[in-house]
C-alpha cells in the first residue's frame, strides 16, 4: 500500500515563501515521476509542477520562475518550493506520485494541504 503525505502548508501574505513537502511510504518503482497540483474552489485541478526520477521538471504556466521542485529520491519525497506567492495561489495542494508497467499504470494521491496568501 502507497502513501502519500503532505505537510507544511498554511497562511502566508502576498510577496512571502513557503514550502511544501510529500513524503511516499509503501512498495514504489524506483522509475517513477512525482508532482504538485492544486485545486481552488470552483476550478479545476491544475499541474502545478511534476519531475521525473530522471530529474526532468514541468511546471505550469502560471508558476513558472516562481515554484521550484525537488526530490529527495533515499526518502522518496518531493518539495516545492513556493516564492513571490500570489493570492490567486490560494488553493490546496495535491501530491501525485505515478508511474507505470507494461501491464498497470500505478497513480496515487496524497490527501491535499492548504495554502492560503492572503493580500
Known amino acids: 500500500q502507497v502513501q502519500l503525505v503532505e505537510s507544511g502548508g498554511g497562511l502566508v501574505q502576498a510577496g512571502g515563501s513557503l514550502r511544501v513537502s510529500c513524503a511516499a511510504s509503501g512498495s514504489i518503482s524506483s522509475s517513477n515521476a512525482m508532482g504538485w497540483y492544486r485545486q481552488a474552489p470552483g476550478k479545476q485541478r491544475e499541474l502545478v509542477a511534476a519531475i521525473t526520477s530522471g530529474g526532468t521538471t514541468n511546471y505550469g504556466d502560471s508558476v513558472k520562475g516562481r515554484f521550484t521542485i525537488s526530490t529527495d529520491s533515499a526518502k522518496n519525497a518531493v518539495y516545492l518550493q513556493m516564492n513571490s506567492l500570489k493570492p490567486e495561489d490560494t488553493a490546496v495542494y495535491y501530491c501525485?506520485?505515478?508511474?507505470?508497467?507494461?501491464?498497470?499504470?500505478?497513480?496515487?494521491w496524497g490527501q491535499g494541504i492548504q495554502v492560503t496568501v492572503s493580500s
Open positions: 501525485d506520485l505515478k508511474w507505470e508497467t507494461i501491464v498497470r499504470k500505478f497513480d496515487y
